[in-house]
């Protein structure tokens, strides 16, 4: 690693002029890859890599990052997957490729999830091209928000990504907030009880000392960088679900909307639940909103049926993502070094 990486600031300061400088493919995939790397992952750990091939890039799922107890069917880690494809196809089509993605069911590890195969044009999706400035601002707000309508024409922004993605995108009703974030509580409870959970979340929480390149920083969570290893001590011994959970709540309460992300429970169909769910999160992003997660819900066995019920979903519930207003985060979370995610061709 290189003695000025900082890998909460170095990742995301990139230089656009220098594509233009870029004379091989090669070069130029490993910049996308640069926007790629910027996706959102749970409990940030970056669960990708890639390979730059002739006429595009591999993309694999890195399940040695798994979460074995709060993702133990790798839904998550694919949807992670999925919003790195999107982020680089956004990126792709701002310096003009033509993307497509080919997909891999097949269950190997070792194999490719995805192809995506990029070309020149002259003319990139026009669907894409938006979204590209939000790449670097996007990061996940875990304030309170303030419950405020959206205002028309955000809500028209947000419901047109919505309507693109009706299966997967599901919009829950203003009058059903409060029984959502009821379930929010109720789910939050169950499995904050279980001391793996707990331990898994511990495990991935970081000091903010600019040391590490994945995790989630303790202050992110709201709990100061010299308190860091107590907090983790604390989460590993006593059930926090009593703290929690009614906070889980509130946070609920105060969003100004609430959207499930659904989707099959197969590698396919959850990668493009990703890509969706990235479409919708840089959408937020650019129209002046905030958001985060609160995916309890749809984790927990009996809830996850109720809460896809309840915003009529045909597929299971995958994420719930509230939506609102707050200050914007300001430091971003840390990525690894793209080298350490390149692989080498042979
Ligand atoms: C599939 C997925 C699930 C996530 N689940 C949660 C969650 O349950 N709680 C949470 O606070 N953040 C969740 N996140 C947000 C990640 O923690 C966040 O993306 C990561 O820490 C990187 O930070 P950034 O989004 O600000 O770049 C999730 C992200 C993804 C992509």
Redesign the pocket.
Known sequence: MNEHFDPRVTPWQIEESEFYELESFDGQMRFLLQYAV???????TQPWSFRIVKDGVEVFADYERRLPVIDPTD???L??VG?AIMNFRIAAAHFGFDTSVMYDPRPEEQTAVALISAVETCSPDGSLTPLFGAISK?????ALFDAEPIEPQALSHLCEVIDRFPETLRLILPQDKNRVAGMVEESARVRMARPAFRAEIADWIRADDGQHSD??SSE??GVPHVLAAGATWFLRQFDFGEWQAPRDRRLAESASALILVTGDDERVPLIRA?EA?ERLLLTITDVGLQY?????PAAVKGMRERIGDLAGASQPAQ?LIRIGFAPP?EQ??PRRDLASVIARTE
Do not use: C, K, Q
């Open positions: 910027l996706a959102p992952s749970g409990h940030n839904r998550e880690l949807m992670s919003a996007r990061r996940t707000n875990r995790g989630i992110a969570l990703g769910m985060s997660f609160l995916n309890h994420l985060v971003p979370m």
